[in-house]
């Protein structure tokens, strides 16, 4: 069983950062993927950044702003954000896919991120 639990929502003015991050428990291997996903009011959870085969991958609305980062050893990853706008107001979520022959997701609680104009 895998627990992911996440930190570091807040409020922030425009331009502002915040750093999320998202802590892994319990029995975990064969990681396929982790990262971040996001849901603001009325929308469809949409996938923020993810890291991959070695590979990390960003949605285009927050290339050049979000870094996606990890410590394997400690299981930890973090999505570091700068620049914020009002549009990157959302829950998000952390992820994580594992498994070989079974894959199963695994999702976080979910931390608020509320950007002021």
């Known amino acids: 069983q895998v627990q992911l639990m996440e930190s570091g929502g807040g409020l922030v003015q425009a331009g502002g950062s915040l750093t999320l991050s998202c802590a892994a428990s319990?029995?975990?291997?064969?990681?396929?993927?982790m990262g971040w996903y996001r849901q603001a009011p009325g929308k469809q959870r949409e996938l923020v950044a993810i890291?991959?085969?070695?590979?990390?991958k960003y949605a285009d609305s927050v290339k050049g702003r979000f870094t996606l980062s990890r410590d394997n050893a400690k299981n930890m990853v973090y999505l570091i954000m700068n620049s914020l706008k009002p549009e990157d107001t959302a829950v998000y979520y952390c992820?994580?896919?594992?498994?070989?022959?079974?894959?199963?997701?695994?999702w976080g609680q979910g931390t608020q991120v509320t950007v002021s104009s």
């Open positions: 992820a994580l896919n594992s498994g070989v022959q079974y894959r199963e997701n695994f």
């Open positions: 319990g029995s975990i291997f064969n990681i396929n993927s």
């Open positions: 890291i991959s085969g070695g590979r990390t």
